[in-house]
């Protein structure tokens, strides 16, 4: 990476800091790999949606289309487990790693085609993806992170790249038709990547570049009809009111990383002057704000209540408002660089500090929900057939001791269950009461009984212990109280 800051000549301006980049923009990086590894490492992909989405896998030993309009994406999440089903890997732990690399594999890989494309201006996609992504990105199985990640490259080569090279057009190719079935956010994104590739269609190019980029803005262009009739037809019909309500919510009650990004970005802003920069780089300031990125990133730790990855499900709405907004910033650097010249060391290095804040805050995120998978598996340890989350000590409270509890999610609970549990299984968790107050709810309730119990014999996953267990147990008969 040594030529992300190539050396300042001629008329340049003087950068505002001695050399601390490349090594914080280094060091962020790794950072931002380790906490993509250590999310696979702990099966947090199978947050949220991504138990089912794991499970599907399982069942049919294949791909499969989830959501027409982004099911591109989706055979990008499901692509290494198919792998591993194909070579015949049939443990379940081995395959929640496979399953885990296709959910965080987006980012790293456009990230490393930007490096590849125009290092010098590398600092960009790390702000995007420490503004956007690691703002939005807890629950690993979003389309929207990877319509934002593939956004990028598509813009490096279109922007930044000239002349235009084979491997360049196989990236550019390559990331639009990704984008093309990839969520509705295209909708917006698509047709203005679609006109900056028809402007270089249009430009002084080869004829064979100029084939390309006619193409590309095609399929960008395509990509705006699928997403309009993913928004008009959605999987689920509270997606798009989720959307909206997730921005004024954010507004209103940013959260923990939002509400720091947006001061990080006023220091960003602030740099434009000169003063105000050279107080920022001072070694006192700049001590306080290592001190900044150290709490920012332990927050998780420090106050388990407080974690709700929740509320970066509702911060999705970043992935398409930081690359339309930064596209302006790599417009600027394509066509009038001189402009950011003064401020380019000093958002290089923020930039960089983003990205380190952010990916601490994950790794501390997901170290709570690895512990909290432990937990799980200690209360199905515990006792055989139903365990019911609310009579437990970490349902009745918001955090027990140093252990955040907020990750549980209804509707997938019982496929996460079977997903941690031994392959004899002896027990699951009923999160019954979470949603509904002091009412059991008869759709969670029937997933439990076991008819209803998917075959996974091929995996070795045995039941009889868990049936013998609930064979006589009143939450599974016909005894269920009023359900709303």
Known sequence: MKNLEPPITGNSIKPDLPRPFPGLMIAACLVFLLSLVFAVG???????????????ILLTGGFNEMVYSRDYVDHLYQLPVVIALKLGITVISQLQIAFGIGCFIAW????????????????LVVLACGAGYLNAAYSAVAEHVVAHAFFWPVCFVIVFVRPLTPVATAMLLGSAAMLLRSYETMLFLGPVLAWLA???????????????FLVAALILLASAPVALDGTLHPGHG??????????FGVLVAPGWTIGWTMFWTALML?????????????????????????LWGAWPLLAPADLD???????????????????????????????LEAQRNYLVNLSAGL????????????EQWRTYLNVWRGLMAAQP????????????????????????????????????SPPKVKSLILPDYIIYDNTVDRNVVKDFKPENLPNLQRYGVDYREYVQAVAHDPILVDRLPQAK
């Open 385 to 420: 057939g139903l365990v019911r989350l609310m009579d437990t000590p970490y349902g009745k409270k918001p955090t027990v001791g140093w252990q955040a509890t907020r990750f549980v999610w209804v509707g997938d609970a019982r496929n996460l269950g079977l997903e941690i």
């Open 108 to 123: 790293p890989l456009t990230m490393g085609m930007c490096l590849w494309l125009a290092p010098r201006h590398f600092w």
């Open 355 to 366: 990205l380190l804040a952010q990916s601490l805050w994950h790794i501390a995120a997901t």
């Open 238 to 247: 509270s997606n798009a009111n989720s959307f909206k309500t997730g921005f």
């Open 309 to 339: 990855p929740y509320k970066q499900y509702e911060a999705r709405f970043l992935d398409l408002l930081v690359p339309l907004g930064l596209l302006g910033v790599a417009l600027i650097l394509a066509r009038r660089p001189a402009w």
């Open 198 to 212: 028809f402007r270089r269609a249009g430009g002084e190019e080869k004829s064979w570049c100029r084939v390309v």
């Open 42 to 56: 702990t099966a947090r992909g199978l947050y949220d949606d991504g138990s089912h989405y794991f499970m599907r």
């Open 270 to 294: 602030a740099g434009w002057w000169p003063a105000v920069r050279q107080i920022i780089t001072h070694r006192l300031s700049l001590t306080v704000l290592a001190a900044v990125i150290l």
